[in-house]
């Protein structure tokens, strides 16, 4: 064996391998922040069995490494019978993970707001999720915001940890390339730019959406 | 507000405990496979790792190969079956065959007697030495010339376990462990250690860079002997694979794969 | 499947080596926890009220290392910094990589709680003859780590969880300690169980210990 250059075929094909990470960060969004929506609902539900339900299931999962969990998931399921294949192993682990993580910035940023705010609603008779709809996740949203896309961003670098179960996505595929060419400083810098390619769209967004919330919030703030 | 959080710890430390005790308790199916029940099924799955060159590596059309790889599709070719690569990473390759992942495991699999109290191991299709590599300027002949040197090796490997012990014995030698070999030898280059423990291939590497030269392999450790890891309820093929590693070897096609990857011939290969 | 039988004996009797990793763990996330933090309130203000081209450097720096993966950051520090004459031990390059790494997320988390602040309050400072530091220390930062102390814990856990990766740099700590002994003990299932306790563990003494300091600090009511 001889080791190889690190040329325009092995940039492509860790480019290529880029759709991998980008479909499995995708899952982690969808399913995560819409999972992650119910357990912040559920979080500061007015019912208390379901908040400390939904708050064990943010502390689980927020507690213990991914890697752990999504070794558990493909390799011990096996114990309960079942035999996911990597994608779904993956899939579900992403999904339930970035939810704990999504649910408790929802709720975080949702219990920033003076909780006065809850008692003048309840004095105009609005129920609690009209309330949390109308009054207090309009104003949760700017503090929610950053960082939701900054994890948002954290999970499209996490999505590397699937190269455990063999998942080639652009991590295990740059050690491939890597190990066959031995030009790190190449197969790394190709890397980081193609993540950042695919992080930093996503940073300026979650820029762009904060300001404009700002413009509308000194808006409302000058007409009162 | 302080109560209730600790209740919420409690709460999911208590479904963590439980569900490992599930996981624990779970009734296991069993299924003995047999060689028959592989051709029958029309297919055998095999566990490899492709970022462990020159074993297990992708070639110029990005596919699969590599020592491992191309004895693993001749295990194919015998049992008359087309072969299903699973990927795993070296800690993935016990569990990947004791839940079904695979039939069997071809990745450098060192044969130990911890590994068999978990899987059975077949007779060695391949093998290697586990050496020390040095900058030629230092001066090292054994272990006691690594103390007060910083020495790299791979995690887990047979060197990582060889190399720890000559550290307990000889106080002073700082023992630095990398995830991949590529990272190591990155180490070695750029001058973050003093010396590695490597596989007796692993000057390929060195030489590509531009200091390549300026190393050498200093000592040999030991030699290692890789097998063909199944379950240990599966006598069956692992007769079949033992007397198909016999073949190979007796025809001279090891000996071929090992010129052609390693571009070192093998060490004799015992048999148990 | 082979009916398999839990023997966490063998991870038992190395227990001492799981408390020593541990302690590792915890020591790499703390310090690079209040380095991080320490970057994270500087930047934060720069970023706020800096003069311009300070405050777009700040924001190149957050861009630049929130939006690549830390484990090429410890790449670089480690392999590529002694070829420009800086040569970091494992253990300082891990540090300095989380530290560069944790204080781009502060600083923008801290941004975002300081422009949470009405500027009402700002004007009313000055009007009262506060100095900018003043303003800054005695009505800016407490306020902006209120408002976003949530979030900024979250990241700290993120981080403590996140110091697993730098064994790729062969720095030692709890997941590399880990991996070690699942190479030689082969019970992968064993190990990785017992690990994931430990970190529970230590991601709810974090979260007692930061709930203890919201108690301290934040006391006053809105």
Same mark, same amino acid.
Request: some cysteine.
């Given at each position: ?224 | ?128 030495? %586990? ?55 990155? %180490? ?85 | ?222």
């Amino acid at each position: 064996m001889n080791l190889r250059e690190f040329g325009f075929g092995e940039f492509s094909f860790l480019l290529l391998s880029a759709r991998w990470t980008i479909l499995l960060s995708l899952i982690a969004f969808a399913g995560g922040g819409a999972l992650g929506l119910v357990i912040a609902a559920l979080r500061i539900s007015a019912r208390r069995p379901v908040r400390m339900i939904a708050a064990g299931y943010i502390r689980f999962f927020q507690s213990t490494p991914i890697l752990i969990q999504l070794f558990m998931a493909y390799y011990g399921t096996a114990f309960i019978g079942l035999s996911p294949d990597p994608w779904t192993a993956a899939a579900i682990t992403f999904t339930l993970n970035a939810a704990a993580f999504f649910g408790d910035i929802f709720r975080g940023s949702i219990e920033a707001i003076p909780h006065g705010q809850w008692e003048a609603a309840k004095a105009l008779s609005l129920r609690h999720l009209q309330t949390l709809r109308l009054v207090i996740l309009p104003q949760a949203l700017k503090l929610m915001l950053p960082p939701t896309v900054g994890f948002m961003v954290q999970i499209v670098k996490t999505t590397s940890v699937a190269s455990l179960i063999g998942l080639t996505e652009l991590a295990r595929t740059a050690t491939m390339i890597n190990t066959v060419t031995f030009e790190p400083m190449l197969v790394f810098g190709s890397v980081a730019l193609i993540y950042f390619a695919l992080c930093w769209p996503m940073s300026l967004l979650a820029l762009h959406l904060e300001r404009q919330l700002e413009v509308e919030g000194r808006g409302r703030a000058a007409l009162a | 507000m302080f109560t209730a959080r600790l209740r919420t710890m409690i709460a999911a430390g208590a479904a963590m405990v439980l569900s490992t005790l599930l996981l624990a308790t779970a009734p296991q199916p069993a299924a003995a496979e047999t060689v028959d029940d592989i051709i029958s099924r029309g297919k055998v799955v095999i566990a490899i790792d492709t970022t462990t060159p020159p074993y297990g590596m992708i070639d110029e059309q990005f596919q699969p190969a590599g020592f491992d790889i191309e004895f693993a599709k001749k295990i194919g070719e015998a049992l008359g079956v087309p072969v299903e690569f699973v990927t795993v990473t070296s800690p993935g390759r016990i569990p990947a065959l004791l839940t079904n992942r695979a039939d069997m495991v071809v990745s450098i699999f060192s044969i130990t007697a911890p590994r068999a109290l978990q899987v059975a191991f077949s007779i060695p299709y391949a093998g290697q030495s %586990a050496v020390v590599l040095a900058p030629k300027s230092t001066a090292i002949k054994s272990h006691a010339d690594l103390v007060g040197k910083k020495v790299g090796l791979t995690r887990g490997t047979g060197e990582d376990g060889l190399l720890t012990e000559a550290a307990k014995a000889n106080p002073g030698i700082e023992i630095l462990r990398f995830d991949d070999y590529a990272s190591l030898l990155q %180490a070695m280059v750029s001058g973050q250690i003093d010396a590695m423990g490597g596989g007796d291939y692993g000057d390929i590497y060195l030489k590509k860079s531009a200091k390549g030269d300026d190393f050498e392999m200093k000592y040999i450790l030991k030699t290692f002997y890789f097998g063909v890891g199944v379950r240990r309820d599966n006598p069956d093929l692992l007769r079949w694979l033992n007397t198909f590693i016999f073949t190979l070897k007796q025809d001279g096609t090891l000996e071929q794969l090992s010129q052609k990857y390693r571009n070192t011939p093998l060490p004799p290969l015992p048999v148990f | 499947m082979q009916s398999y039988v839990f023997q966490f004996g063998p991870i038992l009797i190395r227990s001492e080596e799981l408390i020593h990793g541990a302690w590792l763990t915890v020591w790499f996330a703390s310090v690079s926890m209040v380095l991080g933090l320490a970057i994270g309130l500087l930047g934060a203000v720069t970023r706020s009220f800096g003069p311009r081209w300070l405050s777009a450097a700040v924001a190149a720096y957050v861009e630049l290392i929130r939006n690549t993966p830390l484990l090429i950051q410890l790449y670089f520090v480690f392999f590529t910094l002694p070829f420009l004459g800086l040569k970091l031990s494992s253990s300082a390059a891990a540090i300095l990589a989380l530290s560069i790494h944790l204080g781009a997320y502060a600083t923008e988390i801290l941004r975002a709680g300081i422009q949470s602040i009405p500027a009402g309050q700002i004007e009313a400072a000055k009007s009262l003859g506060l100095k900018p530091i003043q303003i800054v220390r005695r009505i800016l930062l407490l306020q902006a780590l209120r408002a976003v102390y949530p979030a900024l814990c979250g990241q700290f856990i993120l981080q403590l969880l996140g110091t697993s990766i730098i064994s790729a740099i062969a720095a030692e700590e709890l997941t590399a300690i880990a991996n070690n002994m699942v190479m030689q003990t082969f019970r992968s299932f064993e190990v990785y169980i017992t690990v994931a306790v430990v970190y529970f563990v230590l991601v709810q003494a974090f979260s007692l210990l930061f709930q203890g300091f919201s108690r301290i600090f934040f006391r006053w009511k809105i």
